[in-house]
């Protein structure tokens, strides 16, 4: 865990072999991290669960340590969506997070700070939603009904927007969301690398948004406000 929260990672020294030692500061952003950056932008199948693996531990950090700094406790499913909204984050937009990286300092370093804005967001939203009002909940709106009709019927639309996902994106959602699920829970059950399921989650989530954005705009209502 210490050396994931280590902004800036030191490249091979030369000398350790009898080299020559390097003439100035070591690059912030190394070879390293600059063919991963590449694999995962280039669609390489493995790149992501690399990518994981290796800012995982750091992702986490930051939700701990952001979460502890504001002083407010985190169930597990709720530290799980956090980070499933970091890499919904880094996701988005073709990667837009990633191929907006400039080099100008360690991508560790880079993707603290933009882990650390969507960790404030999501508490702001949780502090929200605990203390009874509407909340967005990985970057949707969740509503919950006060009675068993109004729950009946968000379930009823929940159940429409899950048949629209593939069958692997639904199952995803029905066991973490309605569920209740961990991610080592959900590797067990699908048999997903344990890496795999908040990209997978947060692609889905993703979709589910768009469809509820698109409904809107469609919606009687809407259209004629727009008139």
């Keep these: ?41 280039s669609g390489h199948s493995a790149a992501w669960d690399d990518f994981v693996g290796r800012f995982g531990g750091l992702l986490a950090f930051v939700v701990d340590r952001t979460s502890a700094q504001r002083q407010i406790a985190l169930m597990s499913a709720d530290r799980d969506d956090l980070l499933a909204d970091i890499l919904l984050e880094i996701l988005h937009r073709d990667a837009a997070v990633l191929r907006g990286f400039a080099g100008r300092s360690s991508l560790a370093t880079y993707l603290a700070v933009v882990a650390r804005r969507v960790v404030v967001r999501g508490l702001m939203q949780l502090s929200a939603k605990k203390r009874g009002h509407n909340s967005f909940v990985a970057g949707h709106e969740a509503v919950r009904g006060t009675d068993d009709h109004t729950r009946l019927i968000d379930r009823e639309q929940l159940e429409v927007m899950l048949g629209r996902l593939d ?61």
């Design 1 to 41: 865990m210490q050396a994931a929260t280590i902004a800036v990672t030191l490249m091979e020294s030369p000398s350790a072999t009898g080299g020559t030692p390097p003439v100035g500061p070591t690059p912030l952003f190394t070879a390293a991290d600059r063919q991963l950056l590449h694999d995962c932008l």
């Design 167 to 227: 069958a692997q994106e639904a199952r995803l959602i029905r066991l973490h969301h309605l569920e209740s699920r961990s991610y080592g829970e959900i590797s067990q059950i699908t048999g997903m690398p344990l890496g795999s399921i908040g990209p997978a989650l947060a692609r889905a989530r993703q979709k589910m948004k768009s469809q509820s954005d698109q409904e809107s705009s469609d919606s009687p209502s809407n259209r004629a406000d727009q008139h």
